[in-house]
């Protein structure tokens, strides 16, 4: 098996003794599968034989295509290992692709079947294919590759296919290269980059044993990724179906665009039904529709306190905004625009800690109208004051107490 020379990290285990859970009798149709998946395991390197002393059992199930798969009961080997966490917080966001570069995008084969299993650890996951009437001693196996229901196979895959990509990234600095599992996409500012690139990845990828799946290489638009489909200048989502007539929030969301490396990002806050909602988009009056929308950000739906005052929940939503723009582009947006009165935002900027603390560091424009277009119509006609109807310091008048 290719890629052996470059094994993956080893698992740390809760318990030194070894855990024995005997193998389940299984009737003869399965038998027979599991004997014949075996097989194949074998012959691709997947498989070697064992005498370990660890054991849990395996079954097949059969799947709507009528190909039997193999399982392996791995319940109680997860409880005794420890969980390594994971290296993504998320899904890398297509709306930073810079738009009309050229994109390749590969899709790995089988990934935790090319990844290999790091020697020490592949006795803790052997098992046994049992025999009819005990007519024959059984058949020991353990795993050489990252096993099908292993807790930390995900975190390992994504190490493996990174190190795998990581000659890449230095090579070509300029490449955008999103990695998520077995998907991973490549654009570039020029076609010839591309081409440049694209022997380069194969060959790095083959070279840690991953294997690509050729049908499942995609080198014209539009590309499907991550469940979006890219064009050259925007992203859609692939099973939506559009409306026309943009009516609510819900409307506007299913079309965003690709960035526009030389146009600025800018944070829009808007006020509808009094709950602040932010987008994260570009604007140019060159173009068709000014508004590219790259992302829209929300605040839960349930705020923490029963009653929150509007400019908290704005400060709430600059700060989201500001961390969105950080994950997704490593840098703050060049404007935020608020619907607000200047002297209203100068005044909760003078005597708000949640407001100062939202824009702390923030070194770019702040402007107080809105552009003029359909996405923002909504916040048109709310008029608010961010100014709290309570006083900090004492005021003449009676005392009064309430239950509630």
């Not at 698992?11 to 097989?39: C, G, M, T, Y």
């Not at 582009?329 to 607000?340: E, F, N, Q, R, Y």
Request: one cysteine or more; aromatic letters at 8%; glycine letters at 4%.
């Amino acid at each position: 098996m290719k890629g052996t020379e470059c094994p993956t990290s080893s698992l740390r285990w809760l318990v030194d003794r070894p855990i024995w859970e005997n193998q389940w009798p299984l009737p003869h149709d399965k038998l027979v599968a599991l004997r014949e998946l075996v097989q194949e395991q074998l012959d691709m390197g997947h498989l070697e034989p064992s005498t370990s002393p660890w054991n849990t059992p395996v079954f097949c199930i059969k799947k709507k295509s009528g190909k039997w798969r193999l399982l392996q009961d791995l319940r109680k080997i997860n409880a005794m290992m420890e969980g390594m966490g994971t290296l993504q917080a998320g899904m890398p966001s297509p709306t930073m692709l810079p738009a009309d570069w050229p994109v390749l995008i590969v899709d790995l084969k089988d990934r935790f079947f090319t990844i290999p299993l790091h020697p020490d650890d592949r006795p803790k996951f052997a098992f046994t294919v049992p025999t009819i009437n005990n007519a024959e001693p059984a058949q020991r196996y353990q795993w050489r590759v990252l096993p099908q229901g292993m807790r930390n196979s995900p975190m390992l895959c994504q190490w493996y296919v990174a190190r795998a990509l990581s000659g890449v990234r230095k090579r070509f600095p300029d490449a955008h290269v999103y990695h998520y599992m077995d998907d991973i996409l490549v654009a570039t500012p020029t076609q010839e980059d591309l081409l440049r690139l694209q022997p380069q990845l194969l060959n790095a990828l083959h070279s840690h044993g991953l294997q690509v799946a050729p049908e499942k290489v995609q080198q014209q638009p539009p590309w499907k990724y991550l469940g979006v489909k890219i064009l050259e200048r925007t992203i859609r989502h692939q099973e939506v179906q559009f409306v026309q007539s943009v009516k609510t929030l819900n409307d506007a969301q299913k079309l965003v665009y690709r960035i526009e490396p030389s146009i600025d990002v800018t944070v829009f806050i808007t006020t509808p039904d009094l709950h602040p909602t932010g987008i994260i988009g570009q604007w140019n009056d060159d173009w068709t529709d000014p508004l590219h929308v790259l992302e829209w950000v929300f605040l839960p739906h349930q705020p923490h306190k029963t009653a929150t005052a509007l400019f908290e929940l704005i400060a709430c939503l600059i700060i989201k905004c500001r961390q969105r723009c950080l994950q997704l582009m490593g840098a703050d947006p060049s404007k935020i625009i608020l619907l607000v009165q200047r002297e209203e935002f100068d005044w909760s900027y003078a005597n708000n800690v949640s407001l100062q603390s939202a824009l702390k560091g923030f070194s770019g424009q702040i402007t107080y109208h809105l552009p003029s277009h359909k996405l923002l119509q909504v916040a048109k006609n709310t008029q608010f004051s961010l100014r709290p109807k309570s006083s900090q310091e004492p005021v003449q008048g009676p005392t009064v107490f309430t239950d509630g």
